[in-house]
């Protein structure tokens, strides 16, 4: 794969993101933030290349027909949560000129530390672009593309996204939290999770079946996750993703998670790699191949007559 260190900061209006709904401070933060997750990120990808699982994502269009009998192709959007308490913390500090080492425990300048900000909540803002998402994801519904099955973050704030913004799907498909799809993890508190019995208890709508510790046994407050490990982390859910019935799926996730997903794991294009600004929503075509070659310039109209060759 060709490494993209580019950052893609306009409006892609059929993948929802808008990033007019974001000033200035917001947009440069997440610029500079990106660029620092690419460390480590050609290693992941020689790792995966290697892996024999391969995925590519293809970017959906408005009226592009998202109906596949192929076992091997799913229809995924994937959505960041809305504006976190410390994304808000982290845009007043830059909007005062304060800057900080990222996965340091500098308390007083990297507001990522603070521990008032443990597995950090939604702000009104983020609530409010968490259902902005919700005419589209409920139109959707009851046609032949409506979502079958929502795979939510175990953190508190792509729950919170995730339950506001597929709120019609609620008690009519699975809802399932997955400790694999968390953000990147380490050292940033606002990366750590609550007990589990404390989200089971604020998010009934929620299958927490899936999730088997009690407390959070991924986060480390030494050091933060490297790239390889939460490639691996990523390759395991997709593998699980890929053994699903379901063909319709909505995830919540991260902006770390994500950026590693389409720069680290998935062959896309490299409109589709850019960092996810809050609230954002991205749907793609997933293309699912075990153990064949996959040509990279096939088109999105060809996909599905690539072949699966799924080992058993």
């Keep these: ?5 580019s950052f893609n900061s306009s409006p892609v209006s059929n993948n929802e993101r808008n990033t007019q709904q974001h000033d200035e401070v917001t947009l440069q933060l997440a610029k500079k933030e990106s660029q620092q997750h690419f460390h480590g990120m050609e290693e992941l990808q ?9 995925i590519q994502a293809f970017k959906l269009m408005d009226g592009d027909d998202t109906t596949s009998t192929s076992k091997n192709v799913k229809i995924v ?5 809305g504006q976190g308490f410390h994304n808000l913390l982290a845009d007043i500090y830059a ?3 304060k800057e900080w080492v990222q996965f340091t425990h500098d308390i007083e300048n990297n507001p990522y530390v603070k521990p ?11 609530r409010q672009q968490a259902k902005a998402l919700q005419p589209k994801l409920s139109s959707m519904q009851n046609q032949t593309n409506s979502l079958e099955l929502i795979v939510l973050s175990t953190n508190c704030r792509a729950l919170q996204t995730g339950v506001i913004a597929f709120e019609s799907y609620i008690g009519q498909i699975p809802f399932l939290a997955h400790e694999l799809i968390r953000e990147e993890t380490g050292v940033h508190i606002c990366d750590s999770r609550r007990k589990k019995t404390e989200q089971m208890n604020e998010f009934p709508m929620v299958d927490f079946g899936l999730v088997e510790s009690e407390e959070d046994d991924l986060f ?5 996750e490297n790239k390889i490990e939460i490639g691996s982390r990523i390759y395991e859910f997709m593998e699980w993703l890929e053994l699903r019935d379901e063909t319709h799926i909505g995830i919540a996730s991260h902006s ?10 998935f062959e896309c294009e490299d409109d589709l790699k850019a960092w996810f600004q809050t609230g954002e929503m991205r ?5 699912f191949t075990r153990d064949s070659c996959i040509n990279t310039s096939t088109s999105p109209q060809n996909e599905d007559e690539i072949n699966y060759n799924h080992q058993s």
Excluded: Y
């Design 77 to 81: 959007h994937f959505v960041r949560h």
């Design 1 to 5: 794969k060709a490494l993209s260190t």
């Design 46 to 54: 020689s790792m995966i290349q290697n892996k024999p699982l391969q």
């Design 116 to 126: 008032e900000l443990l597995d950090a909540p939604l702000t009104d803002k983020g």
């Design 95 to 97: 909007s005062q000129g």
């Design 283 to 287: 749907s793609v075509k997933l293309v």
């Design 256 to 265: 770390g998670w994500l950026f590693t997903l389409f720069n680290g794991v």
């Design 220 to 224: 480390r407050t030494d050091r933060r």
